[in-house]
């Protein structure tokens, strides 16, 4: 009997520290949801403010030209890659609920996974290209894509020769286009 007791005692305590444990994980959910909310009211704050490009290009091969010129001279890249301002003002408004991890994720999460991706894609870039001559020979492209008031241009693959040799880049992911122009916006591993 005294071992059933002691079962039932243990069996109830673990059921319990488990409820605590959901409900802080409730609580948390709770505060991320909150926070992923208010961020999308200052997103869509900022899609009355009718941002646009600080400079862009005339056409979306341009866009990735002048991207790639700029990586490789290591210059800023923001002349001819979105700011964060240009992703809150001109982005984000028009790609919001469209089903990507801006939806989900607080702002301040967001940004970092954006860095990291970013990050990673320069690196690769640089790394692939190396400071040689490099000319862009194709650039195939899939079907824009309309996001509210900015069109999404992805390209499939971007293809250049450096030397004798043709490398395919695939770190641009999407180059935005505005009605001031276009500019890359979209970059990762």
């Known amino acids: 009997m005294r071992k059933l007791l002691l079962l039932i005692s243990l069996l109830s305590f673990s059921f319990c520290s488990q409820e605590d444990w959901r409900e802080q994980m409730e609580a ?13 009211q200052t997103i869509r704050a900022n899609a009355s403010n009718k941002g646009d490009w600080e400079k862009s290009s005339k056409t979306k091969e341009l866009a990735i030209q002048n991207f790639l010129k700029e990586v490789i001279q290591n210059k800023s890249q ?33 940004k970092k996974v954006l860095e990291t991706r970013e990050t990673f894609a320069i690196t690769e870039i640089k790394n692939r290209i190396q400071d040689k001559e490099y000319k862009i020979t194709s650039i195939d492209w899939e079907k824009p894509r309309s996001y509210g008031a900015i069109v ?38």
């Open 152 to 189: 999404g241009h992805k390209p499939k693959t971007i293809k250049i020769q450096i030397e004798n040799q043709v490398i395919v880049l695939d770190q641009i992911k999407m180059v935005f286009e505005t009605k001031s122009g276009y500019k890359v916006g979209v970059i990762g591993p």
């Open 28 to 40: 948390e959910n709770q505060k991320v949801m909150f926070q992923v909310e208010k961020d999308h």
């Open 78 to 110: 923001y002349d001819y890659y979105v700011t964060w301002d240009e992703k809150m003002s001109v982005i984000f408004p028009n790609t919001l609920g469209k089903g990507t991890l801006l939806d989900t994720t607080p702002l301040v999460e967001y």
